[in-house]
Nanobody, 127 residues
Framework: QVQLVESGGGLVQAGGSLRLSCAAS???????????MGWFRQAPGKERAFIAA????????RYADSVKGRFTISRDSAKNTVYLQMSGLKPEDTAVYYC?????????????????WGQGTQVTVSS
């Protein structure tokens, strides 16, 4: 089993920045080159949506068009932690943000491709 724990959410004004963290523990997943770490978000009344993902090796990343240029995904392999740096935040970025893990030869964007999920962290952007 793999456990994922998000942190770093909160309330921020529009135009501000936040950095979310996702600490992973459990199986030694990081030794597998096919591990992909992703971020999703779910706004009230909407389905969970893909935001960003990266291969654990760090060589490939993928972003949703809605956050490209504003959000950056990264990881610290020594800490088994993935980050989502968010800048230029907008009220429409308000959502619960989830970290997820997939084992895949590609970088998937579909929710069902991810096998493990964190509990989520709330991000609220005020106008």
């Amino acid at each position: 089993q793999v456990q994922l724990v998000e942190s770093g959410g909160g309330l921020v004004q529009a135009g501000g920045s936040l950095r979310l963290s996702c600490a992973a523990s459990g199986r030694t997943f990081s030794i597998f080159s096919s591990v992909v770490m992703g971020w999703f978000r779910q706004a009230p009344g909407k389905e969970r949506a893909f935001i960003a993902a990266m291969r654990w090796s760090g060589y490939d990343t993928r972003y949703a068009d809605s956050v490209k240029g504003r959000f950056t995904i990264s990881r610290d392999s020594a800490k088994n932690t993935v980050y989502l740096q968010m800048s230029g935040l907008k009220p429409e970025d308000t959502a619960v943000y989830y970290c997820a893990l997939a084992v895949s030869s590609t970088i998937p964007t579909m929710e069902h491709s991810y096998h493990y999920w964190g509990q989520g962290t709330q991000v609220t952007v005020s106008s």
